[in-house]
């Protein structure tokens, strides 16, 4: 559904002569003409529309550029929109010239209505809308999920009201979920439930889609973060209507195991009842457990038996366990089998509220403390490091000194050992002429 321009066979010529071309090319040529002759455009448009069921047995080569013409010309009419519905109906059914490439060219031939259409035309809506439902009788979900990141800004364009929106969200959903697509599928359901007006949230149409976006989140085999649902109005308002289901929904935001097991006894039966699959739900609150567990540990280090507690399970399968929460992306850690616990490097928070910002806040002010004892030590390290050093200092000056005071007595001072210095010699004898 690119913006490109759609190839066209006829590019030359009037309404009139194009519009008798396409007539006679699915043969109701004759009785086009006079409606030509007396101008009556809609009517002519009517007569080709209602025939164009004969262009899906066309030869395959010359599909798209005749659907592209009958487009081309719908569109000079101010009742395109109810043209192309019919149109798109068209193209919903069978191309019987070519069973194999049929859906391919029929997606095709809807896309090039798609584009032909101005960005901010509703009728880009009806066509849009019928693209979703053929991807989902043919299973073609890939072709439009590349599409999906610009639908918001293209339901901005349409200016549809809350209810159409909330339409097409469930439908496109219903399409991701048959493709297997469970975190698109959820998605569009939360986006069709944040459509509901503050007035609405009760409504039976608000608690069916209420409860259909919390069944998928919690037996999503890869959804672990319920605070988006629990934001929700529509959600919330479940409460008062239907409890059991919001209080589940509590459990799998922010409780853990032992909480979950207490559910079950008070509502025996209530699971098989709504069709949820108990094994699922229950190795889901088991992660979620082990991640809160985590979370909670301010040592960072969590003992085998702790975990084997929380869990319910036998420590020899605590590697397994391990394992999995870790590939869930919900903590991150080794296990010490010397030490007999597992080290978290990082964990996941299930909900932030008050509790979580009290245990954040402790842990702070045990970095701090520690931050403060590592400093302290730091400074006595440095005052008896620099100590260490002016002693040193000190030391050498003396050395230096002592060492130029006994060079000064070697030549100086005199001899020590018993010889005479320079300045002890005796004056020289006066010499005579008997001296010689």
Known sequence: MATVQPQLVFVDGSF???AQEMADYIHVGDEVKTLIEKDQQDEVLKKIVLASTALNSVPEKEFTP?????????????NANMLLSKVCDNLMKPITSSPTNGPGLALGALTNIFNMLPP????????FSAIVRFVKHHGLFDYMKRYLPKLDQWVEEWDIDEEDQRKMFEEIAEVAKDAGDEEASYDYVLKAVRTFAEEDIKSEEAQRLSLRAIKTAITSPTHFDFQDLMSIPAISALSDSNHVYFELLEIFAEKDLEDYNDFNEEHEGFLEKEHLDADKLYRKMRLLTFASLAASTSSREIPYKNIAKALQIPEEDIEMWTIDVIRAQLVEGKLSQKKQVFLVHRTTYRVFGEKQWRELGDRIDGWRSTLKTVASALRKEQVSAEAA?????EELERKLA???????GRTMGGDRGGRRGLGDRPPPKPRNDDDD
Request: a neutral charge.
């Open 16 to 18: 009139n002569e194009l």
């Open 66 to 78: 005749a659907y592209n013409l009958l487009v081309y010309l719908i569109m000079q009419s101010k």
């Open 120 to 127: 901010d035309n509703e009728i880009r809506y009806h066509v």
């Open 389 to 393: 050093k002016k002693r040193d200092a």
């Open 402 to 408: 002592g060492a130029s005071v006994m060079d000064g």
